[in-house]
């Protein structure tokens, strides 16, 4: 089983930066895809960014894109999501999550394993 959290969460002020971590612990992630993904209460699950298992592939949301940056260490087995830019309409739960295939899906379904997620808030 692979168990995964998030780390980095917090209070930013419009503009700022916030850098996300995803950690995996159990199992090597090394051959997973990692996605990030966020939600708001009433809304849908959002998907924010994805990368391959070997980082060569990165996939972004279309209101992230140029934004926020993923990037991963399979030798520490973590996940990062560089956050710049930040905007009140990015506040939300982050969640990251790996997928077995290995792909940087947006796909949230074909997702196996998720994290307990991190709360980021940019105020105005």
């Known amino acids: 089983q692979v168990q995964l959290v998030e780390s980095g969460g917090g209070l930013v002020q419009a503009g700022g930066s916030l850098r996300l971590s995803c950690t995996a612990s159990?199992?090597?992630?090394?051959?997973?895809?990692v996605g990030w993904f966020r939600q708001t209460p009433g809304k849908a699950r959002e998907f924010v960014a994805g990368?391959?298992?070997?980082?060569?592939?990165?996939n972004y949301g279309a209101s992230v894109k140029g934004r926020f940056t993923i990037s991963r260490d399979n030798a520490k087995s973590t996940v990062s999501l560089q956050m710049n830019s930040l905007k009140p309409e990015d506040t939300a739960v982050y969640y990251c999550?790996?997928?077995?295939?290995?792909?940087?899906?947006?796909?949230?379904?074909?997702?196996?394993?998720w994290g307990q997620g991190a709360q980021v808030t940019v105020s105005s």
């Open positions: 159990g199992r090597t992630i090394s051959t997973h895809g």
């Open positions: 999550a790996a997928r077995r295939d290995g792909t940087s899906s947006s796909l949230w379904a074909g997702y196996n394993y």
């Open positions: 990368i391959s298992w070997s980082g060569g592939s990165t």
